[in-house]
């Protein structure tokens, strides 16, 4: 068989995942089936297979299967967007029960014609004196008061790490991140020309001294790191950890993005609050709030306010009048501080229950956060168990999400508690207990 033929094989069965004939989860014929019933050679059966597994809309191993990957359809249609699938652990969008009632009476009157009209006018990256003097005292903690002079804003949290990766890291300029890091820089940071250097972890976050190794070997120009409830693991770094990888970057002169998104979750300052003028502090209120009504907040030092602003008029990162005005009003009236303290109560009920129902298994967890880390029993591959938890209708994240080197991610998933309803994760997490425990005889077999 040519190789066009063989590849044409390989689109139709793309086709089929593309137009949903074919679901993530379900599972492939053996290779041999697959060449019996296509009227092929077994060895073109197996180059077609393999050619799915290069574009990763396969997973599988000897012995267990050949599925549809989890993600198959996402990265046909929009990466990065939830798929639907009933109970969803791959996302955390925290939604209360009760919380559309209280976003709905903070804003109650914005429809009217006048505050209507405001809302609806073009905004600017700064916003407005009081929109800053709010957010402001709204992201303020015990040991960190950013002034309304420093703050910039963007449409969602997303945009306000690009905005400022953008402003800081010149294109092919290279960037520290956490080995296991928030997926969303990877592609920012190639569509920006940046090159992503992971830098090694331990049980307290990110290693001073493999910052200092990675600068010796090629100059960093900036560091990206989650200090507090660190997303895929959960951790938030100690006093003495944060003090050690501040010296280090002070004595390296580099620059800090300080991703905050998650730290509402927790007690700790941001770095900022040590070291006010080499932190780019980003955080916005889609968690806070809702994915739905966000808005991003940029805390940089004053000398670079000026280039973070540039950064996000030049990207088309800035948020919307409207956005602004429904900030203001919850910020204004308490309803986002209300919202953040239930959801640190809402988090801490979900995490009881993972542990509840995860005992007995590997997990890196913390009481403070809406995620945790499984680490799989040696018979599954975590490619493979996203898969099968798709067949359940569960979705879930491999570690190859947070990787940023190819090939070297744990055998792990991340669970995201905060989607499904605690029904819902209830039933989530004793299927996938259930499937901790099968056995490699449990599986259809392939070649």
Request: with cysteine; charged share 20%.
């Amino acid at each position: 068989m040519s190789k066009s033929e063989y590849l044409k094989l390989a689109d139709e069965i793309a086709a089929d995942i593309s137009d949903g004939r074919l679901m993530p989860g379900d599972r492939l014929p053996p290779q041999r089936n697959f060449a019996y019933e296509r009227g092929i050679a077994a060895s073109t059966a197996s180059r077609v297979y393999t050619e799915l597994l290069r574009r990763g809309l396969v997973v599988g191993e000897t012995g267990r299967g050949t599925f549809i990957s989890g993600n198959a359809r996402r990265g046909v249609a929009a990466p990065g967007e939830p798929s639907g699938i009933r109970i969803d652990l791959e996302f955390n969008y925290p939604l209360l029960p009760d919380q559309t009632a209280l976003i709905a009476r903070s804003l109650d009157g914005l429809e009217q014609p006048a505050a209507l009209d405001m809302a609806l006018r073009q905004a600017t990256s700064i916003g407005t004196p009081a929109l800053r003097t709010l957010a402001s005292s709204f992201l303020s903690r015990d040991a960190w008061s950013p002034t309304p002079e420093q703050l910039v804003f963007t449409g969602n949290g997303r945009q306000s790490l690009a905005a400022a990766l953008a402003a800081i890291v010149p294109t092919g300029g290279r960037c520290g991140v956490e080995a296991l890091t928030y997926p969303f820089i990877k592609g920012v940071a190639a569509r920006l020309g940046i090159t992503l250097v992971p830098l090694a972890m331990d049980e307290g976050g990110l290693r001073p001294d493999s910052v200092q190794k990675a600068h010796h070997e090629a100059h960093l120009s900036a560091l990206y790191v989650q200090p507090a409830v660190q997303n895929p693991l959960n951790m938030t770094m100690s006093a003495a950890r944060r003090a050690d990888l501040l010296h280090v970057a002070e004595k390296l002169d580099l620059p800090i993005i300080e991703d905050n998104v998650y730290g509402f979750l927790d007690d700790e300052p941001p770095l900022a609050a040590l070291a006010p003028a080499r932190c780019i502090v980003i955080d916005s209120l889609s968690k806070k709030v809702a994915p739905g009504l966000s808005l991003g907040f940029i805390v940089p030092p004053q000398r670079l306010r000026e280039t973070i602003m540039a950064s996000v008029r030049s990207g088309g990162w800035t948020a919307s009048g409207f956005a602004f005005a429904a900030a203001q009003r919850l910020m204004g009236d308490g309803t986002a501080a209300e919202l953040s303290r239930l959801k640190r109560l809402d988090a801490r009920a979900r995490q009881k229950l993972a542990a509840e129902r995860l005992s007995g298994f590997e997990i890196q967890t913390n009481e403070k956060c809406y995620h945790l880390w499984l680490t799989l029993p040696a018979h599954w591959r975590s490619q493979t168990f996203v898969a099968v938890a798709a067949r359940r209708d569960i979705a879930l994240s491999p570690s190859t999400t947070f990787a940023v080197t190819p090939g070297h991610a744990p055998n792990a998933v991340r669970l995201a508690l905060a989607s499904p309803s605690m029904d819902q994760l209830d039933s989530g997490l004793a299927t996938l207990a259930a499937m901790l425990v099968m056995r490699e005889d449990d599986f259809d077999s392939t070649e």
